[in-house]
């Protein structure tokens, strides 16, 4: 029996739902093995009393400090902190508000390996923790932690001895492990760890009812992501500009979403764009079965999960040369990799609309990934840190 502790800062909750779904799924699969027995703990950076009122904290403090959470024990310890503030000290004090939690719950349950699930700054603090209890530890780098993060000169310098530190390392692409190497990171540590995807959910069905579901007639573009300036929706909104009669849908949340909203309006697309904020995972597959394309023009990624959901749903990608993007774009059925500009999506979806690709051909793309996978070589890599 492998006995896992998973850190993560990115794990949903009943105040954000949608909130690292992924890391979701890769847990709740490792967890389900009759070999794995597994907790997580998912801490919350709240401010202080009386600003932890505010709507922003709000929710979040009122979630339960432990809780059953889809079969699997989760605890939701709280440290202190403000948003943008003092960034370089977040592992320190995550490491020293998650302390006495884990100490106590080894004492119920003897976790032999802490696999921390983002670089940033569950890593540095997955370190603190691991070297005062003595376990072997893990970090997985998912893009932004590296590519962002690990430009920020207040944490480089973390975030590259943590790396150094860890017993094992994964990136969800070679591109990703690339840069952790750049880092100074130790490329024999560093295993390629892809992400999965949920074929009875997410496959190619009849685009012309996917629409009539939605009431939209002719071209479709879909874009899914936080709305945040790296995820590029003013770019697609511009691109959309030169492409008339065909419809933006945008799924997400965030900063950007007044501005994006404006920039409709201004540039006299509000009738061709549609808003829909934060879905629920449920709800993507009928959405990208629906688009003739999938726009996500990123600064940089690991693997956007919303590349595999598409082309898995027979969806053809428009992005940037980015992160792991080679790793789901690998033929030219499956989409188009281009640079980061209004003029170089638009010709891109052009290109698609005036020759579609075959949905079955651009699903062949997602073949490679599946969680069956992914929980196997989770499961391997962890064991082996613990043997």
């Known amino acids: 029996m492998l006995r896992v502790l998973t ?29 794995v027995a597994l907790q997580v703990v998912n801490p919350l950076r709240l401010a202080a009393w009386p600003l932890v009122l505010h709507p922003r904290y709000r ?23 403000l ?39 569950d890593g540095p603090a997955a370190m603190r923790l691991a070297a005062a209890l003595g376990v072997p ?30 017993d094992g390392l994964l990136a969800v692409s070679a591109e990703l492990k690339a840069h952790m190497i750049d880092l100074g990171m130790p490329a024999d540590k560093i295993r390629i760890h892809h992400t999965g995807i949920d074929r009875e959910r997410f496959h190619s069905r009849d685009r012309a009812a996917a629409k009539a579901r939605l009431g939209v007639e002719g071209p479709l573009l879909v874009s899914i992501g936080h709305l945040i300036e790296r995820k590029g929706q003013r770019i697609a909104l511009d691109a959309l500009a030169a492409l008339p009669g065909v419809t933006l849908i945008l799924v997400g949340e965030g ?5 994006l909203e404006r920039t409709a309006r201004k540039r006299g697309l509000a009738d061709r764009v549609r808003f829909l904020g ?7 597959p009928g959405l990208l079965r629906a688009a003739d394309a999938m726009v996500l ?6 693997i956007a999960n919303a590349w595999v959901e598409a082309v898995a749903c027979g969806t053809p990608v428009v992005t940037c040369d980015v992160g792991g993007a080679r790793d789901v774009i690998d033929r030219p059925a499956a989409g188009r990799l281009v640079a980061r500009t209004p003029e170089a999506i638009a010709a891109a979806v052009r290109d698609i609309l005036a020759d579609p690709p075959a949905p079955a051909g651009v699903a062949k793309a997602a073949d490679k990934f599946s969680w069956e996978k992914n929980g196997a070589e989770l499961f391997d890599h962890l064991s082996g840190l613990v043997r």
Do not use: C
């Not at 993560?8 to 967890?31: D, H, M």
């Not at 320190?92 to 390996?113: C, H, N, T, W």
């Not at 590519?147 to 920020?152: I, L, M, P, T």
């Open 59 to 81: 929710d979040r403090a009122r979630l339960p400090e432990r809780e059953t959470w889809k079969g699997v024990t989760v605890h939701r310890p709280r440290f202190p902190g």
């Open 137 to 166: 530890f893990s970090i997985k780098a998912r893009g932004a932690d590296i590519d962002y993060w690990g430009n920020k000169p207040a944490v480089k310098s973390q975030i590259a001895a943590a790396g150094k530190a860890a």
């Open 278 to 284: 934060a879905r629920p995972h449920d709800d993507l």
């Open 297 to 302: 023009a990123s600064a940089s990624e690991g």
């Open 255 to 259: 900063e950007d979403r007044a501005m």
């Open 83 to 121: 948003p943008n503030v003092g960034a370089a000290g977040m592992p320190r004090a995550m490491a020293g508000a998650l302390l006495p939690l884990l100490k106590e719950i080894r004492k119920s349950f003897p976790f032999e390996v802490i696999d921390a699930e983002f670089f940033w700054p």
């Open 7 to 35: 850190l993560s800062t990115l794990f949903p909750s009943a105040a954000q739902p949608t909130f690292g779904l992924f890391v979701e799924r890769q847990t709740l699969g490792l967890a389900a093995r009759p070999d």
